[in-house]
């Protein structure tokens, strides 16, 4: 891993919540590390293809939050606030069987999002 990508990963690490590009950028530079805006964008999405990070996309903004677990799993995302709890179950089988009988494809993979108001949101 680059230092650069090093860098980013930590700050994702240290995170309370979700970081934009931007966000991440401007957290850097306080601490005296200079590293390019567009790298960032970069560093983040090779990790979202290594399933490292977790992009949360609510209307045009775009954060970035570490996953915490290794096997596949899914997210609740709080609309308000942007928290994602990251949940380690999966059992859609029966779902993905009927999409393929229905489509005629062949289902290789699925992402599968909750939205909801968490506990300190929704009162």
């Known amino acids: 891993m680059s230092h650069p990508?090093?860098?980013?990963?930590?700050?994702?690490?240290n995170a309370l919540s979700p970081l934009s590009p931007?966000?991440?950028?401007q957290n850097l530079l306080k601490k005296g590390k200079k590293i390019g805006l567009?790298?960032?964008y970069r560093s983040l999405g090779l990790f979202e293809s290594l399933g490292?990070?977790?992009?949360?996309?609510?209307?045009?903004a775009v954060?970035?939050?570490?996953?915490?677990?290794?096997?596949?799993?899914?997210?609740?995302?709080?609309?308000?606030?942007?928290n994602v709890v990251e949940l380690?179950?999966?059992?859609?089988s029966d779902w993905s069987k009927k999409v393929a009988e229905s489509?005629?494809?062949?289902?290789?993979?699925?992402?599968?999002?909750?939205?909801g108001f968490c506990k300190a949101c929704k009162t």
Request: proline share 0%; net charge negative; glycine share 4%.
């Open 38 to 40: 567009t790298s960032i």
């Open 5 to 13: 990508r090093l860098l980013i990963h930590q700050e994702l690490s």
């Open 88 to 92: 380690n179950f999966c059992d859609i």
């Open 52 to 60: 490292i990070v977790f992009k949360i996309t609510n209307g045009s």
């Open 22 to 25: 931007l966000e991440i950028y």
């Open 103 to 115: 489509t005629g494809y062949q289902v290789v993979d699925h992402q599968l999002n909750f939205l």
């Open 63 to 82: 954060k970035y939050k570490l996953c915490e677990l290794e096997n596949h799993h899914h997210y609740i995302i709080c609309k308000a606030c942007g």
